[in-house]
């Protein structure tokens, strides 16, 4: 007989209430393996793709791409034992008839999520369905869907890399297609149906694509989801709560920017990417050393703030779906040359869509380097759970004043925020002028 079981949405990360489904690699009657992945989702903090921690067939899918779905929602019903006529069962179950036992299931390895328990009605004449638990499957990276950097006719085919890596494997030209996933993205399905000729031509399928452009007003609307959805939210919450200050200085960084070629033709950094920004986290950490107080919280519920011993250290990156906040933990420990090394995977992984909810959380201090936009300076929003927020702004060639003369030297504006209920100004000026200093002499941290 078929045992069926039912797959809800996880809480892939700490108090996420809500998920969007962005596609479906599976359908009614395929058969499935032990964590292979059945569907991909966008929540508050990152896109992610969940296993499924049984083996069996697929019945049914209750949720369509686009959806937003609470977290413990049945999306997904399985047969476990498809020896029988498998039928798909109710989204959501019953009240049973008779009592049920609950049978809890052991996470998989490496799965720390909450199981959630859902019951089947029991079949009348016979002893009740003990219920399946679910456990809540660990999200796995993804990459966000890579624009071309050439479209042909206006049209951009949206695939992540293992899709397209399929295309050309089997042939398939991308620009005659577009994906039936949400937001128009080319699925492997989307791919494999091409392959065999059943593929919809993007002409004739761009019209089913709901752009959200409305012809007569010339707007485009998208709704409000995911990780754009979560830092609004962030950024609201933290301006009106947290007082802001912010301060500026402008620096000459010739001498930075000398020593960054000599790093460059050192043997100890060859192949190391050191870019100001790795000066800029170098000198945010040890001036944090000299002022704890900008590397603290304030704990509103408990009345407190809170000094950390450890800088969690925050990098502003900009991706396919919005700003993200990625950590380096315990930046305070690394070298220069292990800082630069963190810091160039944390923006690779970023870039890529595959930075984990986890990567983002509990930072102490970030940086944000709005000058790779050509700006110079900027007045940035702390994050919530942190007291600070550096921008590095552009660096460019300016007369600035030397030993009496005026020449051509490297200069860099940098602004710092900072919430003023736990750092005063004094505290902000004093951390702010050592980072200055750190970049303007780099010599200067020999004596930190």
Not at 184 to 200: P, Q
């Amino acid at each position: 007989m078929p045992t069926f079981k039912q797959f809800p949405l996880a809480d892939t990360a700490e108090g996420l209430t809500e998920a969007d489904i962005l596609s479906w690699h599976v359908k009614p009657g395929d058969t499935v393996t032990v964590n292979q992945i059945v569907v991909e989702i966008e929540t508050a903090k990152a896109a992610v793709e969940l296993p499924i921690p049984w083996a069996g067939v697929v019945t049914e899918l209750h949720v369509e791409p686009g959806q937003t779905v609470e977290v413990g929602t049945p999306i997904l019903t399985i047969d476990v034992d498809p020896g029988g006529t498998a039928a798909p069962a109710p989204a959501a179950a019953p009240p049973a008839a008779a009592p049920a036992e609950e049978e809890e299931m052991k996470p998989l390895v490496g799965y720390g999520s909450k199981a959630v328990v859902t019951q089947r009605r029991a079949r009348k004449g016979s002893a009740p369905a003990p219920a399946a638990a679910v456990v809540a499957p660990a999200p796995a990276p993804v990459a966000a869907p890579a624009p071309v950097s050439a479209p042909r006719g206006g049209y951009v085919p949206l695939a992540k890399p293992p899709v397209r890596k399929l295309a050309k494997d089997l042939g398939v030209d991308l620009h005659a297609l577009t994906g039936t996933a949400s937001g128009g993205v080319i699925t492997r399905d989307d791919v494999e149906r091409a392959a065999n000729g059943s593929a919809v031509p993007a002409a004739a399928a761009a019209s089913t694509v709901d752009t959200g452009y409305d012809p007569a007003t010339r707007e485009r609307r998208v709704p409000i989801k995911g990780v754009r959805k979560m830092t609004a939210a962030a950024m609201v919450q933290s301006a009106y709560t947290a007082p802001h200050v912010t301060e500026f200085l402008t620096i000459d960084v010739t001498p930075m920017m000398e020593f960054r070629e000599k790093l460059k033709k050192s043997r100890e950094f060859a192949g190391v990417k050191v870019t100001p920004l790795t000066f800029a986290a170098k000198a945010v950490c040890l001036a944090a050393k000299r002022t704890p107080d900008i590397n603290a919280v304030w704990d509103e519920a408990a009345q407190e703030i809170v000094y950390k011993d450890y800088v969690h250290l925050g990098i502003a990156a900009a991706t396919p779906r919005g700003l993200i906040v990625p950590k380096v933990r315990d930046a305070d420990s690394l070298s220069l040359k292990e800082l630069a090394s963190a810091l160039t995977a944390l923006t690779e992984v970023a870039r890529e869509g595959k930075t984990s909810p986890a990567d983002m959380a509990n930072g102490t201090i970030t940086i944000t380097n709005v000058g790779v936009f050509g700006v110079d300076t900027g007045t940035p929003i702390i994050n919530p759970g942190e007291s600070a927020i550096l921008c590095l702004g552009a660096i460019k060639d300016q007369p600035w004043v030397v030993d009496g003369e005026i020449k051509v030297r490297k200069v860099l504006q940098l602004s710092l925020s900072f919430d003023h209920r736990v750092v005063d100004g004094q505290q902000g000026s004093e951390f702010l002028a050592d980072v200055g200093a750190l970049l303007a002499d780099p010599a200067m941290a020999m004596t930190y």
